[in-house]
């Protein structure tokens, strides 16, 4: 018999991307943190870092790393290297920004 017309679908309305108002460039370093990416900002803060490879958008998980460090983001090891490169680099230029 003849095949059944498909019955189409309604295109799903896009999510809105988040509007970031700020950002910064800095050195990111890299830890076993569970998947958070830690910043200075207050926790739960939206964000996306940036690196050579790519970028990640979530939330601040935690406050740090030290100022004195000199670095502006502590990133789980696996987000430092899909939007940095390989962890034997230590550390990456990265922009976070932020709303």
Do not use: M, N
């Amino acid at each position: 018999g003849p095949t059944p017309k498909p019955t189409p679908r309604p295109t799903p309305e896009p999510t809105p991307a988040i509007a970031y108002e700020r950002e910064a460039a800095g050195r990111a370093a890299w830890g076993y943190l569970d998947g958070r990416v830690i910043t200075r900002l207050p926790e739960g803060t939206p964000i996306k870092v940036c690196g050579s490879g790519g970028c990640w958008e979530g939330t601040s998980s935690g406050y740090g790393p030290v100022e004195s460090t000199g670095y502006l983001v502590d990133l789980d090891a696996t987000i430092f290297e899909r939007i940095c490169g390989p962890l034997s680099q230590g550390v990456a230029e990265i922009v976070l920004h932020w709303k």
